[in-house]
C-alpha cells in the first residue's frame, strides 16, 4: 500500500473562500464529499490534514496549507517529511487563470507557470516533478490586475457549473490514485 498527498492550494478566511485563488480548496472539499468525508481534521503540517482514506490500495491524505498562498511550500514539505510522501505522490490542485474557466489540466511535471502557491511548492520541494491538477478560472479576456481578478468571487453563471466542476475535479485526483500516471492525464484532461 503506497502513501499519497492530495494538496489544494488556497488562503484561510471567509473573505477569500470563493475566490478563484481557492479553488484548490474547493476541490479537496468536493473529494471529502465523494469520499463521505467531511467531518473534522487534524491541524498539522501548518495546514488542515484528512486521513488517511484508503483509495484501491493507496492511503490518502488530503491536505489544505493555511499559510497563504505564497508560502504553501511550507507546508507541503512538512507534510512530506511527515508522512513520508515521494514528490511523485503529492498532487497539488490550484487555479490557473490562463485556462479557461472550468478547463482540467494534470501533468507529471513542469514549471510554477506565474502561480506563486505553486512557486513556492516547487521551492520548497526542490523539483519540477511535482504532480499538479491546474483548474481553469480565467475567462478568456486579458486581465490588467491580475491580484485583483485572482481574489475576486466567481460571477452568478460561474457559480452555476462550479459544483460539477469541482466533482470532475475530485474525479480527476482520484484517476490520478487509481490509474497510471498517461492514463489518469488522459482521463482528467479529456471533457469528462
Known amino acids: 500500500m503506497g502513501v499519497r498527498l492530495c494538496v489544494g ?10 475566490t478563484r485563488h481557492n479553488v484548490g480548496w474547493l476541490a479537496i472539499d468536493a473529494l471529502l464529499k465523494r469520499l463521505g468525508a467531511e467531518g473534522a481534521c487534524e491541524y498539522r503540517f501548518s495546514g488542515m490534514l484528512w486521513g488517511p482514506f484508503n483509495i484501491e490500495s493507496e492511503k490518502v491524505y488530503l491536505l489544505k496549507p493555511l499559510t497563504y498562498m505564497n508560502l504553501s511550500g511550507h507546508s507541503v514539505a512538512q507534510a512530506a517529511k511527515g508522512l513520508s510522501v515521494k514528490t511523485s505522490d503529492i498532487l497539488v490542485v490550484y487555479d490557473d487563470v490562463n485556462l479557461p474557466f472550468g478547463k482540467l489540466r494534470l501533468r507529471a511535471k513542469g514549471s510554477a507557470g506565474g ?17 499538479r491538477l491546474r483548474i481553469g478560472t480565467g475567462k478568456g479576456e486579458p486581465t490588467e490586475d491580475l491580484i485583483s481578478f485572482v481574489l475576486s468571487p466567481f460571477d452568478d453563471d460561474e457559480m452555476k457549473v462550479l459544483p460539477e466542476i469541482l ?3 475530485a474525479k480527476a485526483v482520484v484517476a490520478w490514485v487509481t490509474l497510471d500516471m498517461e492514463r489518469a492525464i488522459s482521463y482528467a484532461n479529456s471533457s469528462l
Do not use: C, F, K, Q
Not at 118 to 126: C, N, Q, R, T
Open 167 to 169: 466533482d470532475r475535479a
Open 9 to 18: 492550494l488556497g488562503n484561510p478566511g471567509i473573505e477569500y473562500a470563493m
Open 115 to 131: 502561480h506563486n502557491g505553486m512557486a513556492s511548492v516547487i521551492a520548497a520541494l526542490g523539483t519540477l516533478e511535482i504532480p
